[in-house]
């Protein structure tokens, strides 16, 4: 640990700024290398600051990592689309689905492309660390599956959505549809020839398709 920092900054309170230059880093950096890869040496280098104010504000390596993961992650369930599902105001149509569907994959494809780093750093810690995994799908769980299956039940019970398949099996191949894309695209095959309006469009057809009643 780097204890360099002049006596008279020691006593400051940790700066808010700091605090998000050193995040940024961390998610850049692990991104790259991996966690395990990843020094806080060069985490605080890459920030401009010393290893004691990374301590400072983060307590241990770990306690970084789970900043890092968590600010970029949990922040994805605050996107705007997200407060729809919250509403208990039934979708009407299957039509009208389809257009919060499209609303909901811009959002994610905007936020992705803008901070690519975010999904792969979720995903190395998914696969990593156990507690953050189950931390993380236990909020996932109630804060976006749950609510999806209850507009989905509702759906069906209005005859929008087919019956043939169980509510929380179409939500689990929203999710699969949407997700499997996302990743395909900002972390497995970034030169792909990828598109997303076209995109987008795409997928809300082939999901609308799956939950179309049969005539």
């Known amino acids: 640990m780097d204890?360099?920092?002049?006596?008279?900054?020691?006593?400051?309170?940790?700066?808010?700024?700091?605090?998000?230059?050193?995040?940024?880093?961390?998610?850049?950096?692990?991104?790259?290398?991996?966690?395990?890869?990843?020094?806080?040496?060069d985490i605080a280098a890459a920030a401009a600051t010393t290893e004691r104010t990374l301590f400072k504000h983060f307590g241990s390596k770990d306690g970084l990592v789970q900043a890092v993961v968590e600010t970029a992650t949990?922040?994805?369930?605050?996107?705007t689309a997200f407060a729809r599902i919250d509403e208990p105001r039934p979708f009407e149509s299957l039509s009208d689905f389809s257009a919060?569907?499209?609303?909901?994959?811009?959002?994610?494809?905007?936020?992705?492309?803008?901070?690519?780093?975010?999904?792969r750093v979720m995903l190395q810690e998914l696969l990593r660390d156990a507690a953050f995994r189950n931390r993380y799908a236990g909020q996932w769980m109630a804060r976006v599956f749950a609510p999806l299956v209850g507009h989905l039940e509702a759906m069906q019970t209005a005859g929008i959505v087919t019956a043939e398949q169980p509510a929380d099996a179409l939500a689990g191949a929203f999710f699969s549809l949407n997700l499997g894309y996302l990743v395909a695209r900002f972390v497995l095959a970034t030169d792909g020839d990828w598109a997303g309006e076209r995109d987008a469009e795409r997928l809300v057809a082939i999901f609308a398709a799956i939950c179309r009643p049969q005539t």
């Open 3 to 41: 204890l360099t920092d002049p006596p008279s900054r020691r006593g400051r309170k940790p700066s808010p700024e700091k605090r998000d230059a050193i995040l940024s880093a961390a998610l850049r950096l692990f991104a790259a290398r991996g966690v395990d890869g990843t020094a806080t040496r």
């Open 74 to 79: 949990f922040d994805l369930m605050r996107q």
């Open 100 to 119: 919060w569907h499209r609303r909901f994959l811009a959002d994610r494809i905007t936020s992705a492309g803008a901070a690519p780093d975010t999904y």
